[in-house]
């Protein structure tokens, strides 16, 4: 029998035998082999095998436990799960959930849940606002006709939501107006949206502290920073600021030891703008116990620790009896991108583990992540000084293996598109290698020889890595109006951040059709000629935008191409494609942030990612786009790079990030 000389090869050799071991001592809720709910026949779509395993599993782990999770790839129909999962843990009865998703998605989602859910009645969420405002407010009901939602039905202020009238609760009254399934669908972006707010302090004027910035709750002034230097009216510019308060001793000093601090915020509400309430929060404090289920769609969106969107995630978790979570990339290749969800979804796992959140969230990733030590020794100056030791501990991609087997195994489900490999057609994925034509190639070696020797007269200077990392990946597809590269440095003379030349970028021939451009140019003939859409990533479309030049290259050759900007709104990023499609349009070029989530591009076959960039998340959502239940055709993917250059390297950097966030994503054995 063959050796194993390494943990792949180990893990091929008995990944059998380990399989079964694993199912032995860790049981799934729902195997294969166990029956399922007659409930599923009830639904309007009937669930592919694979689905209807994800969905008896969820079932099982919500009648256990508050929170479950769905991990599936995109397009396994992550909605149809959630939604048949609530519908069968309320035994087919009406129930109230409440959907937060990305604002590109409502629409989909409120036409999903009316041809999922029998009896269900959908109510999109616009806000909630004062009745002045002009824009959409308050909650309006959906239903379909030929396919489009419209709005038509009940429509009401959510505040009305928390009146009982001649009921004893609010839901109570709820059920007599709708006694089936509802389902309540906001963006993500509407829930967290709150007032308006603008500075709050006073200048004094009079006493001895006149013309000085005051504390509007002390009427002294504001002290704060390292140094403890009065604050100046300057000092208040786009974030919110406080101070902590506290008595005063005989000598007339604030002493903060004599009781607890008192939080004084230095902000308020800005009564000349819009008047409006974050949603979210409205549901956390008046409707604690209205909503029977809440779905959080891309959580992994809402992962951030302090922020809007993160908080709402865990107003949800609050005001909802239970929690399914959905995303298709849990794992971004690093280990704390679940510490926050975890926390949220799940505390008291978190807790009996020995974690707590005010502790931040170093040891989790010290049991679960990989961080590296950085330690700098710079030599003594003289015979009477100590050589200087600097330490410096930064994160690592990577996750351990038992953060699958303590957190996720337990709580989620997971779901690839090889589960429901049968309803789908076959999928491929190539990298093109791109040889430079002889200008650019000799542009782009001058160009990495003058990052090099920066990178060297200015060690560990991030401007330079940041600059010109940016600078080698984009000169490749636009060698021409780079101008002078500059990098920042604090200058202990003067005192100040201090500009030096990091580069002189060559500006080759704008009009010159470059190897990569003719490669591209070659991909998208031939798949126009077998009748294929092409879908074209690029993800520099900002100020050196290189999507209006793959625009008129392919236009030149008579290709009917169009290029969707973050200009077009994300709730109607779905009309556009449709008007797109109606129009002729035989190319999209994006970038992929714009459509990574949730969009289906079946019309689209061929994805072609001109650039990829760093983010795993972004990648991994974009290329399954056409790759989904729906889909007929083959579906090819194909990442283009210059050979040998810093795009090859970021290719390979990308795949051996995927390839480590695999493992936690359900795939062990690959």
């Known amino acids: 029998m063959e050796q194993p000389n390494s943990i792949s090869s180990y893990l091929r ?287 992994h969106e809402l992962k951030g620790g302090d922020t809007a969107q993160g908080n709402a995630l865990g107003t949800l978790v609050s005001c909802a009896k239970k929690l399914i979570i959905l995303t298709g990339t849990l794992l971004g290749g690093y280990a704390d991108d679940v510490y926050s969800i975890l926390f949220r979804a799940d505390p008291a796992k978190m807790i009996e583990y020995g974690f707590e959140h005010d502790e931040g969230v170093r040891p989790f990733m010290e049991t679960y992540g990989l961080l590296e030590t950085i330690t700098t020794i710079e030599p003594a100056e003289n015979a009477c000084s100590e050589a200087k030791v600097t330490r410096r501990v930064r994160r690592r991609p990577g996750a351990s293996p038992q953060l699958f087997g303590d957190f996720l195994m337990p709580m989620a489900g997971f779901l690839s598109l090889e589960d429901i490999a049968q309803a789908l057609p076959p999928y491929r994925e190539e990298v093109v290698p791109v040889e430079m034509d002889e200008p650019l190639q000799k542009a782009y070696e001058k160009l990495e020889e003058q990052i090099k020797e920066a990178l060297k007269e200015h060690r560990g200077n991030n401007s330079v890595i940041s600059v010109g990392m940016n600078a080698l990946l984009l000169y490749l597809d636009r060698p021409f109006g780079l101008g002078t590269l500059y990098g920042w440095e604090y200058d202990s003379e003067t005192g100040r951040r201090e500009r030096f030349v990091i580069a002189e970028p060559e500006d080759l021939d704008e009009h010159m059709l470059y190897a990569k451009e003719r490669q591209l140019l070659e991909e998208v003939q031939w798949s126009l000629s077998r009748g294929r859409k092409v879908h074209v990533f690029a993800v520099y479309t900002r100020t050196r935008d290189v999507t209006r030049r793959l625009e008129r290259i392919l236009q030149r050759e008579g290709v009917r191409v169009a290029v969707l900007t973050s200009d077009v709104k994300p709730e109607v990023r779905e009309a556009w494609y449709e008007r797109q499609s109606r129009q002729g349009v035989e190319v999209v070029i994006s970038h992929p942030k714009l459509v990574s989530l949730g969009l289906d591009l079946l019309e689209y076959k061929d994805l072609i990612f001109w650039e990829t960039g760093y983010s795993l998340y972004t990648l991994r959502q974009a290329s399954r786009r056409s790759w989904r239940i729906g889909q007929t055709d083959e579906v090819t993917v194909k990442y283009f790079a210059y050979a040998r250059t810093a795009q090859e390297t970021c290719l390979r950097l990308m795949g051996a990030e995927a390839a480590r966030g695999d493992g936690n994503g359900g795939q062990i054995f690959s």
Request: glycine share 8%; net charge positive.
């Open 13 to 299: 050799l008995f990944s059998n035998e380990i399989g079964q071991r694993i199912l032995e001592s860790l049981p799934p809720l729902q195997g294969p082999d166990d029956p399922s709910s007659p409930l599923l026949a009830n639904l309007l779509r009937r669930p592919y095998p694979g689905q209807a395993l994800a969905i008896m599993g969820v079932v099982k782990r919500l009648a256990e436990a508050k929170s479950a999770a769905v991990v599936a790839e995109c397009g396994t129909g992550k909605t149809l799960i959630s939604l048949a999962s609530a519908y069968l843990s309320a035994g087919g009865k009406g129930f109230t959930a409440l959907v937060l998703a990305p604002s590109h998605l409502t629409s989909k989602w409120a036409r999903e849940s009316l041809q999922t859910v029998p009896r269900a009645r959908v109510f999109l969420i616009d806000g909630l606002r004062d009745s002045t405002c002009k824009s959409r407010n308050g909650l309006q009901e959906v239903r379909l006709r030929g396919g489009q939602i419209v709005r038509e039905g009940l429509k009401m202020a959510l505040t009305n939501l928390r009146l009982r009238q001649n009921y004893p609760t609010p839901r109570a009254r709820w059920n007599s107006l709708c006694p089936g399934p509802a389902i309540f669908v906001i963006s993500k972006e509407t829930a967290k949206l709150s007032y308006f707010w603008r500075h709050a302090y006073n200048i004094a004027r009079s006493g001895r502290f006149r013309g000085s910035v005051v504390n509007p709750d002390t009427g002294r002034p504001i002290y704060a920073g390292e140094d403890n230097e009065r604050w100046l009216s300057s000092d208040f510019k786009k974030l919110r600021l406080s101070e902590w308060i506290g008595p005063e001793d005989a000598a007339g000093e604030s002493n903060y030891h004599a009781r607890r601090k008192l939080f004084s915020p230095l902000w308020q509400a800005d009564r000349s703008k819009v008047r409006r309430y974050a949603v979210i929060e409205f549901f956390g404090r008046y409707l604690t116990d209205f909503f029977d289920f809440g779905i959080a769609d891309e959580v």
